[in-house]
């Protein structure tokens, strides 16, 4: 009875791949072998709905959907597969090869679970079913607190600041995290601040505040022409009931699957609940960089003295110039900027602004590890270390931008 009883699991089909020829997607047979051995089919675009209909889908834990372009003009058919496989709690990995942006964007919105571009990278298959067995045996988790903002608000007009690195590592989103805590908590009747982290890949705003990354705000971001004050709220993650944040997705999207308009509806949303709207950019520029550009009051712009950061705000520059774009908007800021006493120091940050032909406008000192563990534990600079000259510079920035946004407000 054993016997049978193994005979039988190895008999069931845990996966299929869906596409219009198999043969094309070689590299996804290998890793499907490799993964799930005999365990596995595969079907025609035309039968993946009957199949799934049938008593031999009952284990299906997901179909690998394979695309190219040759497969854009079936989209209708495409979502009515995974349409079936989520009514029937199958999971959809989305395979695609040379697929537009805007078709992606409409089958993972449409209920495509997961995206991996072929050819696929090394372990990424067997990283996604391992993902996929890890959310089927999960409880759900409690919702946490859904931030409520009232549709009928008057539009609070919110100031705009956004912080791009201009490479790896140059403090971006240490900036944009503490200076959104210290304006949050700036009095005792503070203004309202909202975080979004727009580097959709690689985003840490979550991880600075120890905030969870919901589904919602994946499917914020790519519907927002059905976007209200109900549906962003709920996307909206909370800090010590002070500050609201937007996290990047849970999962790696690309750049491109949001346009200009999507980028253009989340920060009039968000300044019509908020007073601040700070924006965490990706170091990347991407067809909607220009849209924050010019919502932007203040954009931030972060470097260090080196060689990397030196040609990458020329190469910015140049690029805004030819654009025609408004790069006069742009305040460099200098991370771990030379201490008073290093004259060398000083001198070399001299001679860097003056051969790109730019203002330093801002000096950050360096934090030191402090800065790393406040991030490792979740928490702004000003809870973890307050003391902590960073901190205590970030916190001179946002009282400096506090009192010209009021006395800008006086003087309207």
């Known amino acids: 009875m054993g016997s049978e009883a193994l005979q039988a699991d190895q008999s069931q089909i845990l996966a299929c791949t869906v596409c219009r020829d198999v043969q094309n997607f070689e590299l996804l047979i290998v890793d499907m072998e490799?993964?799930?051995?005999?365990?596995?089919?595969?079907?025609?675009?035309e039968d993946a709905v009957p199949f799934m209909e049938q008593p031999d889908a009952e284990h299906l834990e997901f179909i690998a959907l394979a695309?190219?372009?040759?497969?854009?003009?079936?989209?209708?058919?495409?979502?009515?597969i995974i349409t079936e496989a989520r009514n029937r709690n199958i999971r959809t990995l989305l395979i695609a090869e040379d697929v537009t942006p805007a078709s992606l964007h409409h089958l993972l919105r449409n209920g495509a679970d997961e995206f991996i571009p072929y050819p696929l990278p090394p372990g990424e298959l067997q990283a996604a079913i391992e993902k996929i067995r890890i959310?089927?045996?999960?409880?759900?988790?409690?919702?946490?607190?859904?931030?409520?903002?009232?549709?009928?608000?008057?539009?609070?007009?919110?100031?705009?600041?956004?912080?791009?690195?201009?490479?790896?590592?140059?403090?971006?989103?240490?900036?944009?995290t503490n200076l959104g805590w210290e304006l949050a908590t700036i009095s005792?009747?503070?203004?309202?601040?909202?975080?979004l982290d727009l580097d959709l890949q690689f985003g840490t705003m979550s991880t600075y505040l120890d905030l969870p990354r919901p589904e919602s705000v994946f499917e914020l971001i790519t519907d927002t022409e059905s976007m209200d004050s109900e549906s962003f709220g709920q996307a909206l993650q909370t800090y010590e009931e002070k500050l609201h944040v937007l996290t990047a997705p849970s999962d790696i999207i690309p750049l491109d699957l949001i346009g200009p308009e999507d980028v253009e509806r989340v920060i009039e949303m968000a300044r019509k609940h908020y007073d601040y709207v700070i924006v965490d950019?990706?170091?990347?520029?991407?067809?909607?960089?220009?849209?924050v550009l010019q919502a932007a009051h203040v954009y931030f712009a972060t470097m260090e003295i080196d060689m990397r950061s030196a040609q990458n705000a020329m190469r910015l520059k140049r690029a805004l110039q030819a654009e025609d774009l408004p790069f006069e908007k742009l305040r460099y800021v200098m991370n771990r900027a030379p201490k008073f006493t290093d004259l060398a120091g000083?001198?070399?940050?001299?001679?860097?602004?003056?051969?790109?032909?730019?203002?330093?406008?801002?000096?950050?000192?360096?934090?030191?590890?402090q800065v790393l563990q406040a991030a490792d534990h979740g928490q702004p600079l000003a809870v973890a270390a307050a003391k902590n000259p960073l901190r205590k510079e970030i916190a001179k920035l946002a009282n400096s931008l506090h009192a010209l946004d009021q006395s800008d407000d006086k003087a309207a």
Do not use: F
């Not at 919110?158 to 403090?171: E, S």
């Not at 005792?188 to 975080?195: A, F, N």
């Open 67 to 80: 695309i190219d372009d040759m497969d854009e003009d079936a989209l209708d058919d495409l979502t009515e």
């Open 188 to 195: 005792k009747t503070p203004p309202s601040v909202c975080l």
């Open 281 to 291: 950019m990706p170091s990347t520029l991407v067809q909607w960089s220009e849209v």
């Open 346 to 369: 000083k001198s070399r940050v001299k001679r860097l602004a003056e051969s790109l032909s730019i203002g330093i406008d801002l000096h950050l000192p360096d934090g030191g590890k």
């Open 135 to 176: 959310r089927a045996n999960t409880p759900e988790p409690s919702k946490a607190p859904q931030v409520k903002l009232a549709a009928n608000e008057e539009s609070r007009e919110g100031v705009v600041i956004a912080v791009h690195g201009l490479a790896g590592g140059t403090g971006a989103t240490t900036l944009a």
């Open 34 to 45: 490799e993964a799930l051995g005999e365990q596995w089919g595969d079907l025609g675009l």
